[in-house]
């Protein structure tokens, strides 16, 4: 939840910067854009807190039902392996490899049986 922390600040820098800005350009008085500024810092500060309060307890209603599903497919995934591991432990069968027959890829040059050379 860390990353959701700055997001108040930045909602009410970027508030503020705009409000400078247009005030700047139709020309208000500093008394003025001071009271205006104040003003626009306090309401986005506030409402940026209610957002990120809001963010905070979705993604804490997320993460909780993750957490709650991986406990619950854990639990199903360790009883199969647990299910697994009973049958193997039962009879196992060996897997042989076939013998080797001694065929050896033909060096260029050379002809294989059939009389042709590659």
């Not at 020309?27 to 506030?46: C, D, H, N, T, W």
């Not at 040059?109 to 042709?116: A, C, I, T």
Request: net charge negative.
């Amino acid at each position: 939840m860390n990353k959701h922390r700055l997001f108040a600040p930045f909602l009410t820098l970027f508030a503020v910067a705009i409000a400078y800005f247009t005030m700047l350009w139709f020309g208000y008085q500093l008394k003025e854009m001071l009271i205006i500024m104040l003003v626009v810092l306090i309401v986005f500060y506030a409402a940026g807190s209610l957002i990120q309060r809001r963010i905070n307890k979705f993604v804490f209603e997320n993460e909780e039902k993750l957490r709650l599903e991986e406990e619950e497919n854990g639990a199903v995934i360790e009883k199969d392996a647990q299910d697994d591991s009973e049958e193997e432990s039962g009879e196992e069968e060996e897997y042989t490899l076939p013998p080797l027959t001694g065929a050896q890829p033909a060096r260029p040059g050379e002809s294989d049986d059939d009389g042709f050379s590659s």
